[in-house]
């Protein structure tokens, strides 16, 4: 991920992507316990909006399965933007078939997180995919 560049003392922004309040806020404690500044989105086409908006975020959790545009379409949608090439990009979503973790992947997904999910999981992800604290 985009680390903050030298001198500059802005914190690591996150998006969470979710159409589900209650999970955006799971998430959200997770990763501002980290220090992520933490921004929300409830579909595809929002946290598009929401990236422009903020000029970038390191991290973005993605669920899959939204109104409007869905995670993947997102993830695709995001990747054909080269400055946004360094985001982590980690797929939130109860889809649990291997064709689904592939797809993501091939769309430009740094890692898949299975629901439910705990605290742990999430860290752990975010380690491989370093971006954690
Ligand atoms: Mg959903």
């Known amino acids: 991920m985009n680390l903050p560049e030298q001198g500059t003392t802005r914190r690591p922004r996150a998006l969470v992507i979710d159409d589900s309040r209650a999970v955006r806020s ?5 990763l501002a ?4 500044e933490v921004h929300e989105a409830e579909d595809g086409q929002q946290a598009l909006a929401k990236i422009d908006e903020l000029g970038g975020v390191d ?3 993605v669920d899959w399965n939204m109104p409007v545009m869905n995670g993947l379409q997102f993830v695709e949608a995001l990747r054909t933007k080269p400055e946004h090439a360094g985001t982590c990009l980690v797929m939130v979503t ?4 291997m064709d689904y973790v592939r797809r993501a992947l091939e769309a430009g997904a740094d890692e ?3 629901k439910p999910f705990t605290r742990d ?6 380690n491989i995919a370093g971006s954690g604290a």
């Open 26 to 30: 799971i998430i959200r404690q997770i």
């Open 33 to 36: 316990d980290l220090s992520f």
């Open 59 to 61: 991290l973005a959790t």
């Open 94 to 97: 109860t889809e649990t078939d």
């Open 112 to 114: 898949f997180v299975m």
């Open 121 to 126: 999981v999430i860290l752990d992800k975010l």
